[in-house]
């Protein structure tokens, strides 16, 4: 069963002409065999059979005769009647083995014919390219070449019949096809339309189709609907939020600084500035990238902004030869965001950091690798998740962090369709993989 779902299509289009055109072919063939078997070749035995009692008459003439000379006199009254030509002695040309194609069936079912029903029958030949059928017979005055043709021994051809069936198979197949493509577009515009949203794309749909299809459309513009208002009274509140969050932060890290410089003073801005920081990390995990619009982005320019920051706060990070090159359509400032934490959660562990792209028709690979700790195998999906606390030495929240860096980086992939992947680094560290789906 695994073997036959490999081999069978995918496709939607595909797997409904697998549908269509089996059946049809199927109810031909067996069609054509059983009309070709049943009737064709009873009728071939029909006419055999006629034609062999017109042969009993000749040779019972030829029999009967008192020597040679009267049984050709017979014949020569006798065979034209009977649309025949006979030979005695028969020459050296007549046949000495059945002959015939290999797909001819027809021949087949005169040569039975005849050979159950004339016992002096010697050879048949029905390859002849004049349309005769040859045979050699034994008679009471010696070997016989007797030559009848083909088209009264057999029924007419069925091949203009099978072209026929073909011809109108295909025809009714084809137009079968656009039918059912008409009614199978709506449902790829449909999914095509939900692919799209949960990359963050808005593309336009309208409901068609059968009743089924268009209630299927009409529930996902609903669905829709709702997730972009819900979108947008987010985006609402969290400007509100942020701006009045960052007001007071502003005003106490203005006052502390008026204060006089000491210990104490400097712990309160460092504090502030702690919170101003924590602040920033949950807008942005709980923001993502609702409010950023997509555009062609050359992915390898975009990582190079994202190494170039990098190394302007002292970083040790090495931007790699890219593999393949063209633009993507993705939100360049959250794919952005998501490096920098990659690269952010790099540099905290590591000494050291590579970031390389990977561009091919399908998708878009970020690659950031370092050399530090890890995290190991059974905790990387944990890690994951926003707010996690790991026990190990590459814990994200150890060094000021809050544990979201990798959760937004996930977060931004999956909107763009693609995937957060981590696994060990050649290096020896962590490898973060930022699949995004072109």
């Known amino acids: 069963m695994a073997k036959l779902r490999s081999i069978l299509p995918r496709g939607l289009y595909s797997r409904a002409a697998l549908i269509l055109i089996v059946p049809i072919v199927t109810i031909q063939l067996v069609v ?17 059979g006629g034609v062999v009692i017109e042969l009993r008459l000749v040779l019972d003439a030829v029999n009967t005769a008192a020597d040679l000379p009267e049984a050709r006199a017979r014949l020569a009254l006798l065979a034209p009647a009977l649309e025949m030509r006979v030979r005695i002695p028969a020459p050296p040309e007549a046949p000495q083995q059945d002959r015939r194609a290999t797909l001819d069936l027809s021949g087949a ?27 050699r017979i034994d008679t009471g005055k010696g070997e016989a070449l007797v030559q009848v043709s083909r088209s009264r021994m057999a029924a007419s051809n069925p091949h203009q019949l099978l072209v026929l069936m073909i011809v109108t198979s295909v025809l009714m197949t084809v137009i079968a096809y656009v039918f059912l493509r008409n009614q199978l ?49 987010r985006t609402l509140m969290l400007s509100g939020v ?14 502390l600084s008026m204060l006089p410089e000491d210990e104490e003073t400097a712990a309160l801005i460092a504090d502030v500035d702690e919170m101003q920081r924590l602040v920033d990390e949950f807008l942005s995990f709980a923001r993502g ?24 706060l002292g970083h040790p990070v090495r ?12 939100r360049p400032q959250a794919v952005l965001r998501a490096l920098e934490n990659l690269i952010g959660n790099a540099v905290r562990f590591g000494t050291r950091v590579e970031v390389s792209v990977g ?70 560290g962590l490898r973060a993989e930022l699949v995004l789906a072109r």
């Not at 960052?246 to 006052?255: A, H, Q, V, W």
């Not at 555009?295 to 302007?312: I, K, S």
């Open 32 to 48: 054509s065999m059983a009309f070709i078997q049943r009737h064709f070749d009873r009728v071939t035995q029909q006419l055999t």
């Open 109 to 135: 079912v005169m040569q039975r014919t005849l050979q159950a029903s004339l016992p002096g029958l010697r050879a048949t030949d029905v390859m002849a390219s004049d349309g005769l059928v040859q045979m």
């Open 185 to 233: 577009r709506p449902i790829t515009k449909l999914a095509d339309a939900a692919e799209a949203f949960g990359k963050g794309q808005h593309v336009k749909y309208r409901p068609r189709g059968a009743l089924q299809v268009r209630a299927a459309g009409a529930a996902f513009l609903d669905m829709r609907a709702r997730i972009e208002r819900q979108i947008e009274q």
């Open 242 to 255: 942020s701006h009045d969050l960052r007001t007071p932060l502003t005003r106490m890290k203005l006052g």
């Open 289 to 312: 990238d609702a409010m950023e619009g997509s555009e062609a982005t050359d992915p390898l320019a975009l990582a190079q902004v994202a190494v170039d920051q990098a190394l302007r």
């Open 319 to 330: 931007l790699l030869p890219g593999g393949g090159e063209g633009l993507a359509v993705m």
């Open 359 to 428: 561009i091919d028709p399908a998708t878009v690979r970020f690659v950031v690798e370092d050399d530090g700790p890890g995290i190991p195998r059974d905790q990387r999906e944990e890690a994951l998740r926003p707010f996690t606390r790991l026990d190990g030495a590459r814990d994200p929240n150890r060094g000021g962090g809050v544990g979201l860096g990798l959760s937004i980086a996930g977060d931004i992939a999956r909107s763009h369709g693609g995937a957060l992947r981590l696994s060990e680094a050649g290096m020896g």
